[in-house]
């Protein structure tokens, strides 16, 4: 009897320790899983690095793009709407900062997908890319310096204007010249720059009586040199229209872009882009 006692406690005791071992090792993955699980995720991100986009603007054209002086990066309207069209459909950016001149050809060149650099959506222009849906609306207007006798744009006839080569300030200013050459008046000198900032450098040092450029470009100036004492006597003459300019082929490209504009402007991102860089409308 006592022996039959005995074996029986040892049988229950072995079979309750393997019972409990078993339980044990059942639960042991479970604990360790999740510790497991976290770095694989992580290191499965990084095998899918999210597709990444070149962006080239001309950063001298605040408060579209300009250098950020603290930075030294480009930063600005445009930089922050293509930052957050990139996050909105899923792709990463970088902006660069290039001259105006450079920046269809460094599409046509691979060198950059997207220009995005207040560029008016033009029909020439429309023949050597693809225009996004338009993003921000603009138009030409001219500055002079306080006090000047120039007060209409007709009074130009005869002046000195600066404006930016190969930008839709320059188209204007040469349509103005021709007008006033067929009214046989005299036309106008216009001193074609390199760079937007330049422009402004021009009628500061005195060498043009005019400025012509994008309104919303002269108001920051103005806004930002006090000093300089200058003044846009008129509204806007033209009605423009900024598009991010994308090579022709790249339809996968135009498609990321007109959605993740939909999608800025829907979640009020752009509001506020537009709220931080020229004030509530
Ligand atoms: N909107 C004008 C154009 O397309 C001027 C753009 C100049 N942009 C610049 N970043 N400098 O011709």
Not at 115 to 125: A, L, W
Not at 140 to 156: C, R
Not at 242 to 257: N, S, W
Request: proline share 5%.
């Amino acid at each position: 009897m006592k022996k039959r006692c005995i074996f029986m406690l040892i049988a229950v005791l072995t079979l309750s320790l393997i019972v409990v071992g078993c339980a044990q090792k059942a639960e042991a993955p479970k604990t360790e899983a999740p510790a497991q699980k976290a770095p694989q995720s992580a290191e499965g991100e990084k095998a899918a690095p999210k597709r990444k986009l070149i962006a080239v603007g001309e950063a001298t054209f605040a408060p579209f793009e300009f250098v950020d002086t603290n930075t030294g990066k480009p930063t600005g309207f445009d930089v922050e709407l293509i930052q957050a069209i990139a996050e909105a459909s899923g792709f990463e950016v970088e902006y660069k900062n290039l001259d105006w001149n450079s920046l269809i050809p460094a599409l046509k060149n691979k060198e950059a997908d997207l220009v995005v650099s207040g560029m008016t959506i033009t029909d020439e222009r429309a023949l050597e890319v693809t225009f996004s849906d338009p993003y921000f609306t603009s138009g030409q207007a001219w500055a002079v310096k306080e006090g000047s006798p120039i007060k209409t744009l007709n009074d130009l006839s005869g002046k000195k204007v600066a404006v930016q080569i190969n930008t839709t300030g320059d188209y204007a200013a040469q349509k103005i010249d021709k007008k006033f050459k067929d009214e046989k008046k005299p036309g106008l000198n216009i001193k074609r720059l390199k760079n937007a900032a330049d422009v402004f450098n021009e009628l500061k040092a005195g060498g043009v009586d005019c400025i012509i450029s994008d309104l919303p470009v002269i108001r920051e100036y103005l806004k930002n040199h006090p000093e300089d004492k200058l003044l846009i006597p008129e509204p806007a003459f033209t009605v423009e229209y900024y598009g991010i300019a994308m090579r022709k082929e790249d339809k996968d490209i135009h498609e990321l872009i007109n959605k993740g504009l939909a999608k800025v402007k829907a979640s009020g991102k752009y509001d506020s882009l537009y709220e931080k860089y020229f004030g509530k409308q």
